[in-house]
Nanobody
Framework: QVQLVESGGGLVQAGGSLRLSCAAS?????MAWFRQAPGKEREFVAA????????FYADSVKGRFTISRDNAKNTVYLQMNSLKPEHTAVYFC??????????????????WGQGTQVTVSS
C-alpha cells in the first residue's frame, strides 16, 4: 500500500508563490497533481513519469507551474508562481503503479493524498 503525504499549502497573496510537496511511501512510478476548487470537479494539473521524468501540464498552468521530483526522497513537488485567486483549490497528489496515456483522468491513478488547501487572496 502506498501512502502519500502532501504539504506546503497555505494562504498567499495574488502574485505570490507556493511549493507543494508530496512524499510517497513504497515504490511508485508516475505521480501527478490534481486540484478541486469549490463547487467544481477535480481536474488535472500536472504529471511526471518516474524513469525519464517526462512532464505534462494542463494548458491552464503551463508556464506558471512546474512539477519536479527527487527520486532519492521519493518526493514530487509542484512549484506554483504568479498565483491568482482562481488557483484557489484543494490540491491532491496522486500516484500510479504504471503510466497511462490518459494521465489527465483521475481514474487512472491508484493512490491519493489527503489534499492540501491553497488559498490565493486578491
Amino acid at each position: 500500500q502506498v501512502q502519500l503525504v502532501e504539504s506546503g499549502g497555505g494562504l498567499v497573496q495574488a502574485g505570490g508563490s507556493l511549493r507543494l510537496s508530496c512524499a510517497a511511501s513504497g515504490r511508485t512510478i508516475p505521480m501527478a497533481w490534481f486540484r478541486q476548487a469549490p463547487g467544481k470537479e477535480r481536474e488535472f494539473v500536472a504529471a511526471i513519469s518516474w524513469r525519464v521524468g517526462n512532464k505534462f501540464y494542463a494548458d491552464s498552468v503551463k508556464g506558471r507551474f512546474t512539477i519536479s521530483r527527487d527520486n532519492a526522497k521519493n518526493t514530487v513537488y509542484l512549484q506554483m508562481n504568479s498565483l491568482k485567486p482562481e488557483h484557489t483549490a484543494v490540491y491532491f497528489c496522486a500516484a500510479g503503479t504504471s503510466w497511462h496515456s490518459d494521465y489527465t483522468s483521475q481514474n487512472r491513478w491508484d493512490y491519493w493524498g489527503q489534499g492540501t488547501q491553497v488559498t490565493v487572496s486578491s
